[in-house]
């Protein structure tokens, strides 16, 4: 007599199964009903099927003694656990790079700000922040360049499977922005401070101008053209940059309280584990 099908031993709970049957594959539509006098009954060797009757259940693939894929068809029925990508985070490199480019770009601007709006004009305090913030600058692109290069030979953790597809390119949009400001922020500061004749300080070290600039504005420059490129580093890219920020938070913030605990991932801690069982 020919061995019982898998699908007629499982469902009578015969776990005198052949070798050959260790191997089997159920049909999601059969794995869902049950028969008239109770639930279905799986092998002793899949208990964990035996306690998940209650929840309908799509089995793909049993293989061995475990499952190697469970999905629930109804979402009042799935339990609470976290997105795939919610245990995924970025390297330790990309999260330090991250925070200290923060950090230093909102002293910049706040240092800005001081320089312009609170100090008086042509005084040793306003040197000294103009200094300061000219060192700042030229650290945020050296650190930006690295992080590009982490970002080139790194590949990010994935977004949320349940994103819209046009949060994905608002997300997407916002991040080439911010790459895009943090280079021309500071080279278009590199650019003004190398319109004069007096040397640049980094730190204390001398600075090379950027090179072409006199070439392209002549040397000295016209005033025109300092005042524009003034206005184009104080007040448009920094407002584009403002802009730009609370969008990123705000998107990071609303992913967060919907379920898509996204920050985690630019942070050392990790999200709780989710629960194992129903």
Same mark, same amino acid.
């Given at each position: 007599?020919?061995?019982?099908?898998?699908?007629?031993?499982?469902?009578?709970?015969?776990?005198?199964?052949?070798?050959?049957?260790?191997? #089997?594959?159920?049909?999601?539509?059969?794995?869902?009903? !049950?028969?008239?006098?109770?639930?279905? %009954?799986?092998?002793?060797?899949?208990?964990?099927?035996?306690?998940?009757?209650?929840?309908? +259940? %799509?089995?793909?693939?049993?293989?061995?003694?475990?499952?190697?894929?469970?999905?629930?068809?109804?979402?009042? !029925?799935?339990?609470?656990?976290?997105?795939?990508?919610?245990? =995924?985070?970025?390297?330790?490199?990309?999260?330090?790079?991250?925070?200290?480019? $923060?950090?230093? *770009?909102?002293?910049?601007?706040?240092?800005?700000?001081? /320089?312009?709006?609170?100090?008086?004009?042509?005084?040793?305090?306003?040197? *000294?922040?103009?200094?300061? &913030?000219?060192?700042?600058?030229?650290?945020? *692109?050296? *650190?930006?360049? !690295?992080?590009?290069?982490?970002?080139?030979?790194?590949?990010?953790?994935?977004?949320? $499977?349940? /994103?819209?597809?046009?949060?994905?390119?608002?997300?997407?949009?916002?991040?080439? /922005?911010?790459? =895009?400001? /943090?280079?021309?922020?500071?080279?278009?500061?590199?650019?003004?401070?190398?319109?004069?004749?007096?040397?640049?300080?980094?730190?204390?070290?001398?600075?090379?101008?950027?090179?072409?600039?006199?070439?392209?504005?002549?040397?000295?420059?016209?005033?025109?053209?300092?005042?524009?490129?003034?206005?184009? &580093? +104080?007040?448009?890219?920094?407002?584009? #940059?403002?802009?730009?920020?609370?969008? &990123?938070?705000?998107? !990071?913030?609303?992913?967060?309280?919907?379920?898509?605990?996204?920050?985690?991932?630019?942070?050392?801690?990790?999200?709780?584990?989710?629960?194992?069982?129903?």
């Amino acid at each position: 007599m020919s061995p019982p099908s898998s699908r007629s031993a499982v469902q009578r709970g015969d776990d005198r199964l052949t070798p050959d049957r260790r191997r #089997f594959r159920v049909h999601p539509k059969d794995a869902r009903k !049950a028969p008239p006098d109770g639930p279905p %009954r799986w092998p002793k060797r899949f208990p964990e099927l035996n306690r998940s009757w209650s929840v309908p +259940v %799509r089995l793909d693939h049993i293989e061995g003694n475990r499952v190697t894929d469970r999905s629930y068809s109804s979402p009042s !029925a799935r339990p609470s656990v976290a997105p795939p990508s919610a245990g =995924v985070g970025y390297t330790t490199a990309a999260i330090w790079l991250h925070w200290t480019i $923060a950090a230093l *770009l909102l002293a910049q601007l706040a240092l800005g700000w001081i /320089m312009n709006e609170v100090l008086p004009d042509h005084t040793p305090n306003q040197a *000294l922040a103009e200094s300061i &913030h000219i060192s700042l600058g030229l650290t945020i *692109l050296i *650190l930006v360049l !690295a992080r590009i290069a982490i970002r080139l030979t790194h590949r990010p953790p994935p977004l949320p $499977a349940d /994103m819209p597809r046009w949060e994905r390119v608002l997300s997407g949009a916002v991040h080439f /922005m911010f790459y =895009v400001l /943090m280079l021309v922020m500071p080279l278009s500061g590199w650019a003004l401070v190398s319109l004069g004749n007096h040397p640049i300080s980094f730190w204390g070290l001398t600075w090379p101008h950027l090179p072409g600039v006199n070439a392209i504005t002549g040397n000295p420059a016209p005033k025109a053209t300092r005042q524009a490129l003034k206005h184009f &580093h +104080v007040y448009i890219l920094v407002w584009i #940059f403002v802009v730009n920020w609370a969008l &990123h938070v705000a998107g !990071a913030l609303k992913h967060q309280f919907d379920g898509r605990p996204v920050l985690w991932r630019m942070t050392w801690l990790r999200p709780p584990a989710p629960p194992t069982g129903p």
